[in-house]
């Protein structure tokens, strides 16, 4: 997965609107930059730094959603969250036909029948997927989401005649308290270990958060950069952890079909999968709550708001 590209330009007490043009422009083009790359089925990372900048892209708009003219964006955010769905579909399976073949290659003889199928029915699914990316990514669709874009940010970010236009650092200190204070809202929940969906809606907030600090980094210097990184640690755990229970779901109901056809070797091999990403999905709770402990203990929260005050 590529870096972030670097935002040029960036005057921190100029307007917040000429900022964020130079953000949103930088970041589609990063992600047009991917699309070739996006489309090598030979090396999934392609797929994965494209996904990455459409998150990075799709963050930034968020973040600046209320400072800017929103009928401006509002059409192409759509088509964007379309591209978006589509490389996670394509990434989801890579992902999960690797670890197959992974736990396959390690997995007893008489489970590894039931698991081949398993991959197999995923490459199917990712076949189709791969299938909707490549008309996303045609050049005369993509060109003209590009033109759209840069249209509608020249409208999103016209100059609005009031006093009281937001300086681009006072955005960015606005933007990163919000994002840390839904990540401290999410955090009351993560003791709950049974509700899922809080659990990825933290993993989220702290993706928002780590995104949130590198954008605006150039405006209160490299040392919030460590925020960054543990915002990146804690979305790390709480995505494995989602990842293990999304495993969960999907196996309980491959079980539940097998056994209706009474297909005794499925059952079995599906059992065993199921009972490997039960203790996988333990492991990955306990750094969660570790990463989580650390992040309080030592005030990062505090520290951060300090950093920025």
């Given at each position: 997965m590529a870096k972030a590209k670097r935002v040029k330009g960036i005057n921190c007490d100029s307007v917040a609107t000429i900022g964020i043009k130079l953000v949103l422009v930088t970041r589609f083009e990063e992600l047009y930059g991917f699309h070739e790359a996006a489309l090598d089925w030979s090396d999934p990372e392609g797929v994965h730094s494209m996904r990455v900048a459409?998150?990075?892209?799709?963050?930034?708009?968020?973040?600046?959603m209320p400072y800017l003219r929103k009928r401006g964006l509002t059409a192409v955010q759509k088509r964007l969250k379309n591209l978006a769905d589509t490389l996670g579909e394509v990434r989801d399976q890579d992902v999960a036909i690797m670890a197959l073949e992974k736990i396959d290659a390690n997995a007893p003889s008489d489970v590894s029948p039931a698991l081949k199928q398993f991959i197999d029915a995923r490459k199917e699914i990712r076949n189709e997927a791969r299938k909707q990316l490549e008309a996303i990514?045609?050049?005369?669709?993509l060109d003209q989401l590009q033109s759209?874009?840069?249209?509608g940010v020249d409208v999103a970010t016209a100059p609005r005649k009031t006093p009281t236009a937001?300086?681009?650092?006072?955005?960015?200190?606005?933007?990163?308290?919000?994002?840390?204070?839904?990540?401290?809202?999410?955090s009351n929940r993560l003791f709950n270990p049974f509700e899922v969906e809080t659990l990825h809606e933290m993993r989220i907030a702290a993706k928002r958060l780590r995104y949130a600090i590198e954008l605006f980094q150039?405006?209160?210097?490299?040392s919030i950069a460590t925020y960054a990184k543990r915002a990146a640690r804690l979305q790390t755990a709480l995505g494995d952890l989602h990842d293990c229970d999304?495993?969960?779901?999907?196996?309980?109901?491959?079980i539940n079909d097998a056994r209706k056809n009474k297909d005794a070797a499925q059952v079995a091999a599906f059992?065993?999968?199921?009972?490997?990403?039960?203790?996988?999905?333990?492991?990955?709770?306990?750094?969660?709550?570790?990463?989580?402990?650390?992040?309080?203990a030592q005030d990062l929260s505090g520290k951060l708001r300090a950093k920025i005050s």
């Amino acid at each position: 997965m590529a870096k972030a590209k670097r935002v040029k330009g960036i005057n921190c007490d100029s307007v917040a609107t000429i900022g964020i043009k130079l953000v949103l422009v930088t970041r589609f083009e990063e992600l047009y930059g991917f699309h070739e790359a996006a489309l090598d089925w030979s090396d999934p990372e392609g797929v994965h730094s494209m996904r990455v900048a459409s998150r990075r892209l799709r963050s930034a708009l968020r973040d600046f959603m209320p400072y800017l003219r929103k009928r401006g964006l509002t059409a192409v955010q759509k088509r964007l969250k379309n591209l978006a769905d589509t490389l996670g579909e394509v990434r989801d399976q890579d992902v999960a036909i690797m670890a197959l073949e992974k736990i396959d290659a390690n997995a007893p003889s008489d489970v590894s029948p039931a698991l081949k199928q398993f991959i197999d029915a995923r490459k199917e699914i990712r076949n189709e997927a791969r299938k909707q990316l490549e008309a996303i990514l045609e050049k005369v669709p993509l060109d003209q989401l590009q033109s759209d874009f840069m249209a509608g940010v020249d409208v999103a970010t016209a100059p609005r005649k009031t006093p009281t236009a937001p300086i681009f650092r006072q955005m960015s200190r606005e933007v990163i308290l919000g994002r840390l204070k839904e990540l401290e809202k999410l955090s009351n929940r993560l003791f709950n270990p049974f509700e899922v969906e809080t659990l990825h809606e933290m993993r989220i907030a702290a993706k928002r958060l780590r995104y949130a600090i590198e954008l605006f980094q150039s405006c209160w210097g490299r040392s919030i950069a460590t925020y960054a990184k543990r915002a990146a640690r804690l979305q790390t755990a709480l995505g494995d952890l989602h990842d293990c229970d999304v495993w969960i779901e999907n196996i309980g109901k491959q079980i539940n079909d097998a056994r209706k056809n009474k297909d005794a070797a499925q059952v079995a091999a599906f059992v065993w999968l199921l009972n490997h990403f039960i203790k996988l999905r333990s492991k990955h709770l306990r750094q969660a709550f570790a990463e989580w402990s650390q992040w309080e203990a030592q005030d990062l929260s505090g520290k951060l708001r300090a950093k920025i005050s």
